[in-house]
């Protein structure tokens, strides 16, 4: 989404999908413009076992970035494509309610609990003021930030929250966008892409393959299934002509896993 060429395809693709009445609801990220608005306020981004370490000061900015700044263009962006899309936080309509997450660590064989700041895990879900934005035409651009029960703001891993809602939405299908082309058995082996999965296998894949940044993602997925989610989808983002091709099983661009 930072290459301009690539971030109007996958505009257009969610424009045409949602002119073919396919209600959707699309939960973003942005770890760049995170990491570029604290570098411009001088506050150096920690990470602890692959989560952000977010201070109060860090948190303002990391509102900046996903509410002002990614939300606001992509909102930019569909309005003037012509779709009515809507900026929202999980603090909107008390959407989201957030409870502080600890990052759990093994050490000599025991277990720590390490506080990483204003980083937070989904407690409650509530999905009325989607539902009632969904029903009337609009598509809700909703960035991973919520309100916790102490009154404080709480920044979400962005595929944590959107698995969640869409398990609590009981979406027909879920697709996490990311920058290959589904899952690998041996990911230097383009011939050993995984176009299909079920979730036994997922848990499997997660178990003995997966690594990185694709663990939140198939955790997500598996969150979506699990809660009710009909299908979901890995897809290369990056190729975004080709996403209703995914949708509809004709595209080699993704894996797709059903319960």
């Known amino acids: 989404m ?25 939960v973003h990220g942005g770890g760049p413009e995170i990491n570029r608005m604290l570098k411009l306020a001088g506050i150096e981004s920690t990470f602890i076992g692959g989560q952000r370490e977010t201070t109060k000061m860090a948190m303002r900015y990391v509102q900046m970035a996903l509410r002002g700044e990614v939300n606001g263009t992509l909102v930019r962006l569909l309005n003037h494509a012509g779709v ?12 989201i309610v957030a409870e502080k997450r600890m990052h759990e660590h093994v050490r000599n064989g025991k277990s720590e609990r390490i506080d990483i700041g204003f980083v937070g895990n989904i ?18 651009v909703i960035a991973p930030i919520a309100l916790g029960e102490d009154g404080m703001d709480y920044n979400i891993n962005a595929d944590i929250f959107a698995g969640v809602l869409a398990a609590s939405l009981k979406a027909k299908s879920y697709v996490s966008l990311t920058d290959v082309d589904g ?14 999965a079920t979730l036994s296998e997922l848990h499997d894949f997660m178990n003995k393959i997966a ?18 989610v009909k ?3 890995i897809f290369n983002g990056t190729k975004p002509g080709e996403l209703s091709l995914q949708l509809q099983g004709k595209s080699a661009s993704g894996t797709k896993i059903t319960p």
């Open 211 to 228: 690594t990185g940044g694709m663990i939140p993602k198939l955790e997500s997925i598996s969150t979506a299934l699990m809660g009710g």
């Open 84 to 95: 009515r899309a809507v900026g929202l936080s999980g603090k909107d309509g008390g959407m």
């Open 2 to 26: 930072v290459d301009e060429s690539i971030r109007s395809q996958v505009i257009d693709a969610i424009v045409s999908l949602h002119k073919q009445s396919k209600p959707l609801v699309l």
């Open 231 to 233: 299908e979901a989808h």
């Open 183 to 196: 899952l690998y058995e041996d990911i230097n082996r383009p011939e050993s892409r995984i176009p299909t």
């Open 123 to 140: 407690k409650q879900v509530k999905t009325d003021l989607i539902i009632d934005l969904i029903e009337k035409g609009y598509l809700p």
